[in-house]
């Protein structure tokens, strides 16, 4: 069976696929809501009229929840927004599938320097609360960003991420436990 984008999303938080009526129920949660919204906004061209008002929307909750994530933003399928709260996403950033994007991070540009440009995120990374991820760098799969990390340096494959300077840790089970009900490809 082929799912949506959005059901893909709502699976990681219930373990289960939904059906549309089960996830317009579960949207009373912010984070889920936000998340229904934004993939609304990302199917549809910001030149159409339906396009125009689903980003209308969105805005709308980007202000009232504190996420400030762009439809033109590429996530993969199976986005996990932990909590919600002053969320800070560059909308030129890529991120993979069955990341875990925790409360008060920021993805950013660097506007200059050797790093300048924005981050390229890996799948299956948990980014923990107050993580700052800067810069044109490459985090790699399977990736464990600690609380509070700066991360302003590339981060190959199956490490752990702690501190700031970021200190990188060699681990091939950095996020396991950490990144439930996955998605399956």
């Known amino acids: 069976?082929?799912?949506?984008?959005?059901?893909?999303?709502f699976y990681r938080e219930s373990g289960q696929y939904l059906s549309h009526f089960q996830i317009l129920k579960k949207c009373f949660s912010p984070n889920l809501h936000y998340i229904y919204w934004f993939r609304n906004a990302q199917k549809h061209p910001k030149s159409s009229l339906t396009g125009k008002i689903y980003r209308l929307i969105l805005r709308h909750y980007q202000i009232k929840y504190g996420f400030q994530i762009y439809a033109e933003t590429q996530i993969g399928d199976g986005l996990y927004l932990?909590?919600?709260?002053?969320?800070?996403?560059?909308?030129k950033a890529i991120i993979g599938r069955n990341c875990n994007i925790a409360q008060g991070v920021t993805i950013a540009q660097a506007n200059r320097g050797r790093r300048e440009g924005v981050p390229v995120i890996g799948?299956?990374?948990?980014?923990g609360p107050n993580a700052v991820i800067v810069g044109g760098i490459t985090i790699g799969n399977n990736v464990l960003i600690a609380?509070?990390?700066?991360v302003s340096t590339d981060v190959p494959e199956n490490s752990i991420v702690i501190g700031n300077p970021a200190q990188i840790t060699p681990n091939n089970m950095a996020t396991e436990g950490y990144i439930n009900n996955k998605v399956k490809y």
């Open 147 to 150: 609380p509070n990390a700066y």
């Open 82 to 91: 932990g909590h919600w709260g002053q969320l800070v996403i560059n909308p």
């Open 1 to 9: 069976m082929s799912y949506t984008t959005i059901q893909k999303d």
């Open 123 to 127: 799948d299956e990374v948990w980014i």
